[in-house]
């Protein structure tokens, strides 16, 4: 289905949870609101009122009162949608919403698409695509570094950037544009030092937003750390303590983890993942073997490993696994697990920690050093690209600039270097939605929930 089909239709929604609760907030958007209203509430001032101001009375259907609400009046374009709008609160009985709900259908509203609300916010000039696709993310955020991202980006921390950088390529391309104009003239009025310069700068820029990609998409789905090492060691009982609930089975038997266990915590306002992994050892079982290959698997899509072992573990075992994590080029942390039966022994390995998962001793240092390890204040957040489809376009425009620096170097002609240009400045209008298609419309407000 085109995104704009229906874009005139008033709209309604579920905008809370669904299921009971104390209330319900039914949204409403469209030409159409203020008559609807008119036809099925019954209380003061909704025709008279300019907008901006709450009502009290009750929806009626026919002469059967359904419920005592609350009415929030929006006249457009002062509203979230930019049209006549209203939130109507009202109590959380199922019942009670899906009357309401049916009601305001039959009185010449439609149910609204997934993200239908948002999606005329964004069309009608309230805010960019960039920032629309920040309100999901700003629902989804279930962090402090979630909710600080996804509200810079809302408020337009990294629009700004990408707005300059498009109107520096504009104004390359309108010289370009303007040589191919007067080509018979054999007229340069794009002076290919400054130009190769601007070209170099705005390429720097794109590649710094692009590069922050890695740390804001691990602030956004959590960052990974996985908890590596040999069998019996300790790994499930230490991911039952930093989760803080029992997740993984504890046994004296080696090999019992054969899959990839996890969960998320918030540490200091930041999700991580915790993944306890299988064992790591040389093995004949075919299931166990298979959850080794899944560890190694997980150490290498992991941020941080925790490398976990214990008095009786083979040192040159603990380095390989250290070599693997190396080789991934991941942080880690070596940790020695069982200090209730270690004792006072010396540590065995360089910046090692010495822990009791069993008896929790030294945890809170270990997620200090966890915390550490994340370089969580590395990246401002508020030049920090989360959002895979922002990553791609910034990837797609570097590469368009690299091969107009290419062109101007190697004496290519004025219209195909005009025409990277041209590439570069669809990617960035790409994200904040100056050149969106239709179809990219859809698919990226198909994946919000309805009523938003």
Partial sequence: MNSLTGFEDTIVALSTANGIGAIAVIRISGDK???????????????????????????????????????????GPHSYTRQDAAEISCHGSVYIQRRIIALLIRLGARLARPGEF???????GRFNLLQAEAVADLIASESGAQHTLALNQLKGGISGKLQNMRT???????????????????????????????????LTEVNQLSGSFSYGNAIKKGIPVAIAGP???????????????????VSDIAGTTRD?????????????????????????????????????????????????????????????????????????????????????????????????????????????????LSEVNATPLDVTVSNLRHYEALQNAAAALNKVLEGLNGGLTTELIAEELRSALYYIGSITGEVTPDDILGTIFGKFCIGK
């Avoid at 340069?188 to 190769?196: G, K, M, P, S, Y």
């Avoid at 008095?311 to 693997?324: A, K, N, P, W």
């Fill in 33 to 75: 609101t203020q008559k609807i209203l008119s036809e099925c509430f019954k209380g003061r001032g909704i025709s008279e009122s300019q907008g901006n101001t709450v009502h009290y009375g009750y929806i009626y259907d026919d002469h059967h009162q359904i419920d005592e609400v609350l009415v929030s009046w929006f006249k």
């Fill in 118 to 124: 948002t999606q005329r916010a964004f069309l009608n």
């Fill in 168 to 202: 520096q390529l504009m104004d390359l391309t309108a010289l370009l544009e303007l040589e191919l104009d007067f080509s018979e003239e054999d007229v340069e009025f794009a002076n290919r030092d400054q130009l190769i310069r601007a070209t170099r700068e705005i």
């Fill in 231 to 249: 069998p019996n060691v300790g790994k499930s009982t230490l991911l039952n303590v930093l989760l803080e609930e029992e997740k993984a089975i």
């Fill in 260 to 372: 990839v266990i996890e969960d998320t915590m918030v540490l200091e306002g930041i999700l991580f993942r915790f993944i306890d992994t299988a064992g790591i050892r040389e093995t004949e079982d075919h299931v166990e073997s298979l959850g080794i290959a899944r560890s190694k698997q997980m150490i290498a899509k992991a941020q941080i490993v925790i490398v976990l072992y214990d008095h009786l573990t083979e040192i040159s075992y603990v380095q390989d696994i250290m070599d693997l994590v190396r080789a991934e080029k991941k942080a880690f942390i070596p940790v020695r697990n069982k200090a209730d039966i270690l004792g006072a022994e010396q540590p065995l390995l360089e910046n090692e920690m010495v822990i009791s998962a069993l008896q929790q001793e030294n945890i809170d240092a270990l997620k200090a050093r966890i915390l550490a």
